[in-house]
């Protein structure tokens, strides 16, 4: 839920971006998500754009950098 109350969190300027699915993993990671070409991190979309969120600031524990990591290794960084 937006909050303007969490100023440790500011809000992402790629939200609203139109962005393609990112490519799956096997195990379907990121679920969907596209790459947010702002802040780097996977975030959800809604008709093809990118959902408001908080900008991305590292991933959030071991699991989630070692599916990024591994994402990146296969994808890598695209434009
Ligand atoms: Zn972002």
Redesign the pocket.
Known sequence: MWSEHDADAPA?A??GTAVAAAPPLADGFPFGAGL?P??G?F?ARDDGR?RA?D??RGAADEADAARRGAWFNAHGWQS
């Open positions: 992402c790629g939200g947010c702002a802040c991190g975030v990118l969120h900008a991305f």
